[in-house]
């Protein structure tokens, strides 16, 4: 099966700063990679996605690549703003969703 | 149709105790997941159908889990003799197929608590 890997585990940046979020994966037949953000009890939510035949895709502050060679792909959020401030998962799926351990970003006003 | 919809929210039970919980996913979509999540763990891959077919089961779902989408809509997730390690929210999704997984939506989940 897959194997998600997501780093850091914890992140926090000043507000106005940018954040990275990195995720490697391990089955090379994965095409799509979501991230979600997911507040304190409630459920994860798409923030961004891209597929494989894509390598970069941006969303207003939110951007996120992806390098198929070497497997792995990243979140990157400009301008951080303290409603940032989430846990954020990274997913590799063909089908079902392999999901990273998630990232705490902190966001500090 | 405004998402997929999870009952209970809530869920406590006794240690022993069977529960149900039921799956509404979004009308035109045929794949409907279910996933376990723990504190600070992301969400972890349980069994997914296609219409009415369980097309995989994680080795996670023991032999006391059991899922089942009958008519191709709804879906249940019953556990049997619950543990205190069975406390946790669980997570449906659906989404629509052909290859690419267009329009994945998660359900607000239904906590479950063992005492």
């Known amino acids: 099966g897959e194997n998600v890997e997501q780093h850091p585990s914890t992140l926090s940046v000043q507000e106005g700063d940018s954040a990275v979020i990195k995720c490697t994966y391990s089955?090379?037949?994965?095409?799509?990679f979501p991230w979600y953000k997911q507040e304190l009890g409630k459920r994860p939510q798409l923030i961004i996605d891209i597929r494989s035949n894509v390598g970069e895709k941006k969303d207003q502050r939110i951007a996120v690549t992806l390098n198929k060679t070497a497997k792995h792909f990243s979140l990157h959020i400009t301008e951080t703003q303290p409603e940032d401030s989430a846990v954020y998962f990274c997913a590799a799926t063909k089908y079902q969703f392999y999901f990273g351990t998630g990232t705490s970003l902190t966001v500090i006003p | 149709d405004t998402g997929v919809s999870q009952n209970p929210r809530h869920k406590i039970t006794k240690r022993g105790q069977n529960v149900t919980f039921r799956c509404d996913p979004i009308s035109e979509h045929n794949r409907l997941y279910w996933y376990r999540q723990t504190l600070g763990q992301g969400p972890e891959f349980l069994t997914y159908f296609q219409n009415e077919a369980q097309l995989e089961k994680s080795r996670l779902l023991s032999d006391r889990f059991s899922a089942e989408r009958p008519k191709g809509s709804f879906s249940t997730l019953e556990i049997q003799r619950t543990e205190q390690g069975d406390s946790a929210m669980y997570l449906c999704?659906?989404?629509?197929?052909?290859?690419?997984?267009?329009?994945?939506?998660f359900g607000s989940g239904t906590r479950l608590t063992v005492v």
């Open positions: 999704a659906s989404s629509t197929g052909s290859g690419q997984n267009y329009g994945y939506t």
């Open positions: 089955d090379s037949a994965s095409n799509y």
